[in-house]
């Protein structure tokens, strides 16, 4: 074994076995048919690798890196940020994005532009707007009893509320519970498909208030529709209600496809 403390070579060079070198510095080009490395190693330009890379442990990017090929990840994929998102560039397009996947609230991934299922969609619930009726079929529809709803069972009187004319005044939240105020000059009757919408007939809401999805929120009305003041006043349990605010004023486009379904008619004044 040799022992060189300091070698420099301007030309050509070639190692005819392993060599082991504790500091290198390349100001040049190097070409490495094979390289082994049990430390760090920092690369300050431009690297390109033409045959098959392993990395056995970590390896960290601090900048923006192009792969021109593809990429098989046999594992996990872990997507850190304030808002984390995929970006798709069909046909090679030059714009931001033709597709977006990101999660733009904790917990929701939102995908931008159309989403093709080819096969089967499951979830608990899903909630849909414009949705088309064609060809869309339930695996279970689960039948609820007269005696589950209690009061008089009807079939499904609902009130959708004019798009950009109504207003929902968040009067109360506590926990999931939301107490609210609907003013509409939807609301002309007490009464449709002959049953009166009374005080605590059980109610579901849809549609959006502010960035609050409502999904099929289970709610009552706490007084009888008041056709005057052409308000409905509504206690609902809704999942995201910590994104709606206390004693604020939805309208205009922040109170989007809003309908209310009565499926039991209660029994107050």
């Given at each position: 074994?040799?022992?060189?403390?300091?070698?420099?070579?301007?030309?050509?060079?070639?190692?005819?076995?392993?060599?082991?070198?504790?500091?290198?510095?390349?100001?040049?080009?190097?070409?490495?048919?094979?390289?082994?490395?049990?430390?760090?190693?920092?690369?300050?330009?431009?690297t390109t690798l033409k045959g098959a890379t392993t990395?056995?442990?970590?390896?960290?990017?601090?900048?923006?890196?192009?792969?021109?090929?593809?990429?098989?990840?046999?594992?996990?994929?872990?997507?850190?940020?304030?808002?984390?998102?995929?970006?798709?560039?069909?046909?090679?397009?030059?714009?931001?994005?033709?597709?977006?996947?990101?999660?733009?609230?904790?917990?929701?991934?939102?995908?931008?532009?159309?989403?093709?299922?080819?096969?089967?969609?499951?979830?608990?619930?899903?909630?849909?707007?414009?949705?088309?009726?064609?060809?869309?079929?339930?695996?279970?529809?689960?039948?609820i009893t007269v005696a589950d709803l209690g009061g008089?069972?009807?079939?499904?009187?609902?009130?959708?509320?004019?798009?950009?004319?109504?207003?929902?005044?968040?009067?109360?939240?506590?926990?999931?519970?939301?107490?609210?105020?609907?003013?509409?000059?939807?609301?002309?009757?007490?009464?449709?498909?002959?049953?009166?919408?009374?005080?605590?007939?059980?109610?579901?809401?849809?549609?959006?208030?502010?960035?609050?999805?409502?999904g099929s929120s289970d709610g009552y009305l706490s007084?009888?529709?008041?056709?005057?003041?052409?308000?409905?006043?509504?206690?609902?349990?809704?999942?995201?209600?910590?994104?709606?605010?206390?004693?604020?004023?939805?309208?205009?486009?922040?109170?989007?496809?809003?309908?209310?379904?009565?499926?039991?008619?209660?029994?107050?004044?």
């Amino acid at each position: 074994m040799a022992i060189l403390k300091n070698l420099l070579v301007n030309g050509a060079s070639r190692f005819l076995n392993t060599a082991y070198f504790q500091d290198v510095s390349i100001g040049g080009t190097a070409s490495l048919v094979s390289l082994s490395l049990s430390g760090a190693l920092t690369v300050d330009g431009t690297t390109t690798l033409k045959g098959a890379t392993t990395i056995n442990n970590t390896m960290v990017v601090s900048k923006a890196s192009t792969f021109n090929g593809s990429i098989t990840v046999k594992s996990g994929v872990e997507l850190y940020g304030s808002t984390p998102y995929i970006d798709f560039h069909f046909g090679n397009s030059s714009t931001d994005h033709t597709s977006r996947i990101i999660e733009s609230v904790s917990g929701t991934l939102n995908v931008q532009n159309n989403l093709t299922v080819a096969n089967k969609l499951s979830a608990p619930e899903i909630v849909a707007t414009n949705i088309s009726t064609e060809n869309l079929r339930w695996a279970k529809l689960e039948e609820i009893t007269v005696a589950d709803l209690g009061g008089t069972f009807i079939v499904a009187p609902t009130i959708f509320f004019t798009e950009g004319a109504t207003s929902v005044y968040i009067n109360s939240i506590s926990g999931n519970t939301v107490t609210m105020t609907i003013t509409c000059d939807a609301i002309t009757s007490d009464t449709l498909g002959g049953h009166t919408w009374s005080q605590y007939s059980k109610v579901k809401l849809s549609g959006m208030i502010g960035g609050c999805v409502l999904g099929s929120s289970d709610g009552y009305l706490s007084a009888k529709l008041n056709t005057t003041a052409k308000t409905a006043n509504v206690i609902a349990t809704i999942e995201n209600a910590s994104l709606l605010s206390s004693g604020t004023t939805y309208s205009g486009a922040n109170v989007k496809n809003l309908a209310m379904m009565m499926y039991a008619v209660g029994n107050g004044s």
